[in-house]
Nanobody, 130 residues
């Protein structure tokens, strides 16, 4: 049974940092592309960042580029999202997602659409105060 569990959210002042973790189990972690999404109240879920199965390719939403860094650790089956210079607009419920990127010409691809991911965690809340 595949499980994806996020942790590391919390309350932080603007300009501060948080590191989110995504622990995956029940899967061959090295075969899965991973992604982070977020959803603020009243808004749709949006892509934040993604990383390919090898870790060699990453992609970021323009709103977080230069402030957030995604990474993965195959030894612990964990993906991370390091968030620096946080802003009140970053306040949201952050979700981790995983999928095997089948059907793509480049298997080492970064996926950016939520409908491309098969497995989701329950989310971890990030609140940034001004």
């Amino acid at each position: 049974q595949v499980q994806v569990v996020e942790s590391g959210g919390g309350l932080v002042q603007a300009g501060g940092s948080l590191r989110l973790s995504c622990a995956a189990s029940g899967l061959t972690f090295s075969s899965y592309a991973m992604g982070w999404f977020r959803q603020a109240p009243g808004l749709e879920r949006e892509f934040v960042s993604g990383i390919s199965w090898s870790g060699g390719n990453t992609h970021y939403a323009d709103s977080v580029k230069g402030r957030f860094t995604i990474s993965r650790d195959g030894a612990t089956n964990t993906a991370y999202l390091q968030m620096n210079s946080l802003k009140p607009d970053d306040t949201a419920l952050y979700y981790c997602a995983a999928t095997i990127p089948l059907g793509y010409s480049d298997y080492d691809v970064v996926l950016t659409r939520s409908d491309e991911y098969d497995y989701w965690g329950q989310g971890t809340q990030v609140t940034v105060s001004s």
